[in-house]
């Protein structure tokens, strides 16, 4: 069997490690990949944009099954156009990718189907915007519309932190057109927590529970991020709180699609608040949470493949998905400067220190081999994940392998895990 993974960082090395222990003894493709995915795969020198060129690839290739990591490819329509050309691939098509590339359309689904969120306003005028922060009570969340890599959500506290968010996203279009709208809604209070589920038009299958760090800085200070480290499970999504996210924002999630015409099959991600009321909607991804997905992986003891197969074919109310007893905890190593400007091309010392580490695997996010060495090449370089028998376990080896890294500038976050641990 031949699979290829679209995408090039931490998630997608997690898959492909998961893909590649998969009974089928899959041929493994990554476009584009990484230098440490180039270790369990093949790698194809296309970047995930470009869905034409990997079509045409999967085609000359005969790839059996294409597998999308990141949400731009989704959004940009890459399952419409295999499917156009009767090439299998896992993932939502372009109109179900609009949960992740439209916070409007996400939100307005959201409202018209009675799923519990924040309230909120649509803006597309600066100045309307500006008057209507200027008047509201703090804090607030002001989210640019469109996709921005984890980090256009800003959350306000005070007038100039208000003033400051709409500016970056509507005048200085820090994240270009994604910031041409923007929502402004309530800050909602209590604990934020992941929660994956395949989803094939018609059955879903949860996925273990899990809990992002978005903030760059111990104590959850700083600004957003792609993710700084995850665990899994998260304590917080007891069963009852997961009963109550399938009864209360799944099913009615799903049947709001269908009214719209709408078949989502692929993994989705609910972001969610655990209030006091219960868990409310954050947001939507239509795609791995990263770096949630290497917790996750880590603790899956079914055949991956498979599961994607199902979901694709629309067996998931046959399928299953069994998850190790023991606890497993990422904490992703970045570049200095991240989520700022950085540099890149820094040797990394240690890696090969942790090689045949039964507990540990170190997932590659930004680097590059060159000269016999190691070198970092984008903001988040590794996500290193380790199981233990409890989440102190599994935090412990995870720090002991971190431990043995380092480069110049390197920095993360020690306090993964805390609000479980507290």
């Known amino acids: 069997m031949k699979v290829l993974v679209v995408g090039s960082g931490g998630r997608e090395h997690a898959l492909v490690w998961k893909i590649s222990q998969s009974a089928a003894g899959a041929k493994i493709y990554c476009a584009p990949g990484n230098a440490g995915i180039a270790e369990q795969a093949e790698l194809v020198p296309i970047g995930a944009d470009q869905i034409e060129k990997i079509s045409e690839f999967a085609a000359r290739a005969k790839v059996d099954l294409t597998v999308v990591g990141p949400e731009l490819p989704l959004t940009l329509g890459i399952v419409d156009l295999f499917e156009s050309r009767g090439l299998k691939i896992f993932g939502p098509d372009r109109a179900a990718a609009r949960l992740e590339g439209s916070k409007v359309f996400a939100k307005e689904l959201l409202a018209e189907n009675g799923i519990p969120t924040a309230p909120f306003r649509v803006f597309e005028d600066e100045a309307r915007a500006r008057a209507y922060l200027e008047a509201r009570p ?17 959350v306000c506290t005070s007038a100039a932190e208000a003033k400051a968010a709409v500016e970056q996203l509507m005048v200085q279009r820090v994240f270009g057109s994604a910031g041409e709208t923007i929502i402004v809604e309530d800050f909602l209070e209590g604990e934020e927590a992941s929660f994956m589920a ?8 949860p996925l273990a529970s899990s809990q992002d760090h978005k903030r760059a800085f111990d104590g959850d200070r700083g600004p957003n991020t792609g993710g700084m480290g995850a665990y899994s499970p998260a304590p917080i999504l007891s069963r009852d709180a997961e009963e109550r996210v399938a009864k209360e924002i799944l099913k009615p999630l ?11 099959r692929g993994v989705l991600y609910i972001g969610l608040m655990v209030t006091a009321d219960g868990p409310k909607v954050l947001e939507f991804n239509c795609r791995f949470g990263d770096p949630e997905c290497q917790a996750v992986v880590m603790r899956l003891e079914d055949d991956l493949l498979s599961l994607f197969e199902a979901t694709i074919a629309g067996r998931l109310d046959q399928a299953r998905a069994s998850w190790s007893d023991e606890a497993a905890a990422c904490v992703v190593l970045c570049a200095g400067g991240y989520p700022g400007p950085f540099e890149k091309g820094k040797p990394i010392k240690g890696l090969e220190k942790l090689k045949g580490r039964d507990k540990v695997a170190v997932f590659h996010a930004g680097t590059a081999f060159a000269g016999g060495q190691w070198l970092t090449a984008g903001g988040r370089v590794l996500g290193v994940t380790a199981r233990g028998a409890s989440l102190s376990d599994a935090l412990a080896e995870a720090y002991r392998a971190v431990a043995e890294i380092e480069w110049e500038g390197m920095h993360y976050r020690r306090d993964i895990g805390w609000r479980a641990l507290k």
């Open 138 to 154: 703090l804090p607030c969340v002001v989210k640019a519309d469109g996709l921005a890599a984890g980090k256009g959500v800003m």
């Open 198 to 205: 395949l989803v094939d038009g018609e059955n879903y299958l």
């Open 254 to 264: 799903m049947r709001g699609l269908t009214k719209r015409g709408i078949r989502y």
